[in-house]
DNA sequence: GTCTATAAATAGATAGAC
DNA sequence: GTCTATCTATTTATAGAC
């Protein structure tokens, strides 16, 4: 397995993802992210024209991540509700970022939408690409209109995502991931009953 | 009643209001406002010495403005389940705005929180006049945990506007108020028993 | 590929005339 | 209270040397 050391174009994706996650995408500027990579403002223009190129490589970056994450879920189990599991566990794991920042996917999707900005449908895509990932699971569990309660689940941790970020409440997180976990097991539980 | 003529400070933080709706708070500039407004950027800081200032005032006036729905909801009905529906009802009324730029109050939180904005909390405070007189509704009706399904409900409809922004999508909307409306009954229907 | 220097536009903010 | 003019810092972006 090849290891070669990062180009300085990779460099800069990553840090801007990263500051783009932590401060916005708006109030993010390119010599933020110049500082942080350790270039001038000069060298950074050699990688990326504008600012909407920088955030189709972040999308980007994001989209692969993304995939490779829910990959290596599928692959890790076979039993589709513990998958959802590893879904809802993301919370937990990245509750101190959640808190700080909200959700990476969400936040910027939302960004995205209220700068009315072109980009506002790929990072969408992120969402979508988790919903159909999530639509499936619960279609291999039997359960019936699969996506959804896939779309109803990725809301929820939306709003968890919002709410913990607003008020910085951690057992709020803790609460409503037990309440998305039993409610998972209901729906797995009777796939056909009526269900909230 | 007295219908006196809105002062400029007014016009000034009503407009900044919905721009910082539309656009954001970042992204909006005193330049966006002035111009809108139609008054000259000189003017504006007669008014506002600070960005910060037509923040915390714009802040104020939403607190304010949220307040008095309240009031205006627990006055048009007794019935704390009917109260709780006018809440949810918000959701579809503001719809359209809400696929554009999410919900107000959520999104300028969630973008406080971003940026590490000293208002955050007092962003915060308009989620709390919520919660607190949801979880008022809900104690009213006789639920248990009343202050958790406050949050629950208040988290919930975050996530439902979060992904309304972000994908687009009416039908979702519809669907969701119509499971947090079943969802609702469902806690009222058995205030004791294990409910998700 | 990386730098310095610099341009052009925009941001937040102030001074002072009317 | 409102305006014009101005200031300073920042932001995006370019030119050209190394």
Redesign the interface.
């Known amino acids: 397995m090849r290891m070669p050391r990062k180009s300085t174009r990779e460099v800069i994706v990553e840090t801007a993802d990263k500051l783009f996650y ?3 995408f ?2 993010t500027s390119f010599a933020d992210i110049a500082a942080q990579v350790g270039i001038s403002r000069g060298n950074f223009y050699h990688h990326f024209k504008t600012k909407d190129d920088i955030l189709d490589a972040v999308i980007d970056r994001r989209l692969g991540d993304r995939r490779a994450m829910l990959d290596d879920w599928t692959c890790s189990s076979s039993d589709p509700r513990e998958r959802i599991y590893a879904f809802v566990g993301i919370v937990i794991v990245n509750r101190s970022d959640i808190m ?3 959700c990476p996917v ?2 910027l ?3 995205l ?4 900005h072109g980009a ?1 449908e790929r ?2 895509a992120i ?2 690409l988790f919903r159909r990932w999530l639509g499936e699971q619960f279609r291999l569990a039997g359960a019936e209109r699969a996506d ?1 309660l896939a ?2 689940l ?7 995502a ?2 913990a ?4 409440d951690e057992a ?1 997180i803790r ?2 991931v037990a ?1 998305i976990i ?2 998972v097991d ?1 729906q797995l539980a009777r796939p056909i009953g009526e269900e ?1």
């Open positions: 932590k401060g916005g708006a109030a700080e920042s909200g969400g936040t999707a939302s960004e939408a209220k700068l009315d506002r990072a969408a969402l979508d959804e779309l109803h990725l809301g929820w941790s939306q709003g968890v919002v709410l970020s607003a008020l910085r709020y609460r409503e309440r039993a409610w209901a909230l």
